[in-house]
């Protein structure tokens, strides 16, 4: 397809579950390579700019708010007072600006490998990156695996890990000695959250993470489902990480009074995502 044309469809092939996603689209608004990845920008008729990173959706103007606020408001008030935060990926911003909705969180660091996802998401998507001059937020562009290593143990409250597939760049955050060196890092009570993938047709890769999870000393673990329509089938999970305490609920209080708007969170959300479907629960063996 040319840069600028008449509305043709845009169309994700997802060979693993035999299925695709596709949006009608106008025409592409940027294409680069990167030394890390392809990114690709196109212009929709109904879901606003999309986002391609290695022919994968990454995100849109239109569904983004449901990935970015099921990454964040959940730990956020699952946890009883994070003030330091850091993202591993996230370039998009969009769970950063999340995540700086909470007053609690006195610092807030961002680890994206790749520099250029984050200023073609200030050209194209500047809603997301609202709180990218906010006092306490630190972007930094360097590897994540490197910089979990080396942080200082116990000195964080809750880890993100915002990535692309496990495939590429973000391979490294799916293994054992990524998820040791986050339990050093985490405080006493802390809590990993990690994009999980679609809980109906990446069952393998959920049952493989929560495994590594439990094996590398994680106290208690939560998969939480949402939807994300412009993701392979349309349905998206985050896992839940603690150390040393159990998940047993979360500060439900303060969702209910929470003092910034949202448009897919609330208490009501949070406490229906705990809830973990048949098939789900027997294939995790739970």
Known sequence: ??????????????????????????????????????????E??????????????????????????MMSHPVLFSHPRAKRVVIIGGGDCGTLREVLRHDEVEKCTQIEIDERVTRLAEEYFPELCEANNDPRAELRFE??????AEVE??????????????????????????????????????????????PLVHTDLLRDMRSKMKGCGFASLRTLCFPQPCYPSGWWSCTMARKGVELDGFRERGAQTKTFKTRYYNAEIHRAALAMPEFLREALGE
Request: aromatic share 10%; hydrophobic share 40%.
């Open 1 to 42: 397809m040319s840069d600028a044309t008449a509305p043709t469809w845009f169309n994700e092939n997802h060979d693993y579950s035999g299925s695709a996603i596709g949006f009608r689209v106008t025409r592409r608004l940027h294409a680069e390579q990167t030394p890390f990845q392809n990114i690709e920008i196109w």
């Open 143 to 148: 590897d994540g695996l490197k910089f979990m």
């Open 44 to 69: 929709s008729t109904d879901w606003g700019n999309v986002m391609v990173i290695d022919g994968c959706m990454m995100v849109t103007t239109r569904d983004n708010f449901l990935y970015h606020e």
């Open 153 to 198: 143990p116990e000195s964080i409250d809750v880890i993100i890990v915002d990535s692309t597939d496990p495939i590429g760049p973000a391979e490294g955050l799916f293994n054992e000695a990524f998820y040791r060196n986050a339990l050093k890092a985490l405080r006493a009570g802390g809590i990993l959250v990690q994009q999980s993938e679609s």
